[in-house]
């Protein structure tokens, strides 16, 4: 079961990196706009970062990056929308890989970042700054190589990189939780209560070691460590007060003295007893070791926790398997993209893709004026069209499209879109063997245009048939 699964997750690893130097990029159709499609990645890449993708894939990130300014630049300056409008897709292509590439860094240095989050949870980049900043450095280094698919080096800095931030962990922990009882015993030390007070003075430090070492040992215990912590201050201000008293006992009265000793005892009877709760509660923990390892040997699964072993497997297995047939299919599609694409010249179509469906934009069709019989001349190209669409297989669903200038009335401009699509599905039916039923033909007229109606290259790029393949994914 494990052999298959290292075999399923290293068949999508080597699938998505793969394509991680030279992303797809896949271009808006005209119809695009500008200026929400550079909303829309402006947005994906601050919900990217919000997760770490700049720091799991930092080189795809900072491409998508420079992509989407290079695109606002172009937008601001009024270039071609085409021209910004593709900056946005590489900017698009490069944030999938990113995203892809983070998914495998959670999947192979999940341990080192979950180090790293714990180390932002306690707040060590305020505490320790440069260390962090350090660590990072080497993080860089390792996503880096993961996005080169340098597995073996990653394999290498991973336990050293998650020790690092573990460190910085427990360093800012104890930095949040001991600074205080610190500076009070070191402000002690500049008055000399190594002179006046060294018995409480070094009950304070001891106490102050022990805390410290409990953080290393129990780093999320919270609730024993702000115990202890207490503690471990009202020490270190009683080691304070009890100098200040001993430096000044001449001005002392001896009803202060009788108060500070009295103190010190109820201080120390409370210790006692906290020492004593706690070793009952460590022979009672002890106890239910004892029983537990009794009753069942720790080397041997359960038959229950087998059984969950196994249908866990199972299931990542089926998700594995179903994203290796979602890449297949990627793949797929990308190759009779690029087949389509090279069909037509530029004189007879535009080829572009629009999520799981493909657009055909036929510029070569030709109809007599005002009218829907295809010429002869247009034969050719619909043969092409023809075998684009057996490409992608007899199961794609095809819509055949009707657009028109805004010349004439809207209901001429609506029945004449229609039958031109009608003239066009019917070629596609009589030609094409098992696709008949899945051919639909709507009209459009003046509804959606490319360009201005205005100038006459504008509404010759409005008369149009526009051809969508929709394939079936499971036969690609």
Not at 13 to 34: E, M, N, Q, W
Request: proline fraction near 3%; glycine fraction near 4%; charged fraction near 30%.
């Amino acid at each position: 079961m494990n052999l298959l699964k290292n075999f399923l997750f290293v068949t999508i690893l080597t699938a998505i990196i793969a394509c991680s130097s030279k992303p797809i990029v896949r271009d808006f159709p005209p119809t695009a706009g500008p200026a929400e499609e550079i909303a829309n990645l402006e947005k994906d890449l601050n919900t990217a970062k919000d997760n770490q993708v700049d720091v799991l894939s930092p080189v795809n990130f900072k491409e998508a990056q420079d992509s989407l300014e290079d695109a606002k630049k172009k937008f601001l300056n009024g270039k071609d929308s085409q021209l910004t409008l593709h900056k946005v897709a590489i900017g698009r292509a490069y944030l999938i890989n990113a995203n892809n590439v983070s998914l495998i860094a959670r999947e192979n240095i999940e341990d080192v970042i979950d180090a790293r989050e714990a180390a932002l949870k306690a707040d060590a980049p305020t505490y320790f700054s440069l260390d962090f900043k350090n660590a990072d450095k080497d993080f860089a280094v390792v996503t880096k190589d993961l996005e080169k698919n340098k597995m073996n080096t990653v394999a290498k800095e991973r336990s050293s990189l998650q020790g690092k931030y573990l460190d910085l962990e427990v360093r800012a922990i104890k930095e949040k939780n001991l600074k205080e009882s610190r500076d009070i015993i070191t402000q002690a030390k500049k008055e000399n209560a190594e002179k006046y007070a060294p018995r409480t003075l070094t009950i304070a430090e001891k106490n102050y070691t022990d805390t410290e070492a409990y953080i290393t040992a129990n780093p999320h215990d919270k609730e024993e460590i702000s115990d202890r912590v207490k503690e471990t201050k009202d020490a270190a201000v009683h080691a304070y007060n009890i100098n200040r008293t001993a430096k000044g006992t001449s001005k002392v009265s001896s009803e202060e003295i009788a108060i500070l000793i009295d103190q010190e005892r109820t201080r120390a009877i409370n210790n006692e007893n906290k020492l004593s709760t706690v070793k009952d509660e460590l022979e009672t923990t002890q106890s239910a070791l004892e029983k537990e390892k009794f009753n069942k040997t720790s080397l041997a699964l359960t038959a229950e926790e087998l059984v969950a072993e196994k249908e866990n497997l199972e299931s990542q297995t089926k998700s594995l398997e179903s994203d290796k047939e979602k890449l297949e299919a990627e793949k797929s599609f990308n190759e009779k993209y690029e087949i389509a694409r090279k069909q037509f010249s530029s004189n007879e179509a535009e080829v572009y893709r629009q999520g799981d469906s493909l657009l055909i934009r036929l510029k070569g069709i030709a109809f007599p004026s005002a009218a829907a019989t295809i010429q002869t001349q247009s034969y050719p190209l619909l043969t092409k069209v023809q075998k684009v669409v057996e490409e992608f297989g007899a199961g794609s669903a095809i819509i055949v499209e009707g657009h028109t200038d805004s010349v004439g009335g809207k209901t001429v401009n609506n029945r004449l879109s229609v039958e031109r699509a009608k003239a066009v599905k019917e070629y596609l039916q009589a030609n094409g063997g098992g696709i008949e039923e899945k051919i639909e033909a709507v009209g459009y007229g003046d509804e959606k245009p490319l360009a201005s109606n205005k100038t006459a290259d504008g509404r010759a790029q409005n008369r149009r048939v526009d051809i969508i393949i929709k394939p079936d994914t499971t036969k690609l």
